[in-house]
């Protein structure tokens, strides 16, 4: 599976910006089987979980930080996972990357290490 993250960019607090996250799946297996997930990056942090949707799609899961602000979904007939983001604040500021799964467990969800695959990351700034 090989990903590709766009849609980052420079935003001022309290902005808006869509990630997207086009996966290219081997065949045989379709994109809607794979849980996809975003995490997010700072220099000289730990890569820490965003948000993830599980295959079906029914089922959704946030960080604390970013619950009620930003929205996950998914468009399987164009094999791409969105991450909509609101009301962007100066600590939004990190590499976005997107990840996927065929596998995953709900209660793992927000794990990196159960993430196979990711794409390159997106840079977002939030800042005036």
């Known amino acids: 599976v090989q990903l590709q993250a766009s849609g980052g960019g420079l935003v001022q607090p309290g902005g808006s910006l869509r990630l997207s996250c086009v996966a290219s799946?081997?065949?045989?297996?379709?994109?809607?089987?794979?849980?996809m997930g975003w995490f997010r990056q700072i220099p000289g942090k730990e890569r820490e979980f965003v948000a993830a949707?599980?295959?079906?799609?029914?089922?959704?899961n946030y960080a604390e930080a970013v619950k009620g602000r930003f929205t996950v979904s998914r468009d399987n007939a164009k094999n791409t996972v969105y991450l909509q983001m609101n009301n962007l604040r100066p600590d939004d500021t990190a590499v976005y990357y997107c990840?996927?799964?065929?596998?995953?467990?709900?209660?793992?969800?927000?794990?990196?290490?159960?993430?196979?695959?990711w794409g390159q990351g997106t840079q977002v700034t939030v800042s005036s």
């Open positions: 949707m599980k295959a079906s799609g029914g089922y959704a």
């Open positions: 799946v081997a065949s045989g297996r379709a994109f809607r089987s794979y849980t």
């Open positions: 990840a996927s799964d065929p596998s995953i467990i709900q209660s793992t969800l927000r794990s990196q290490t159960a993430y196979a695959y």
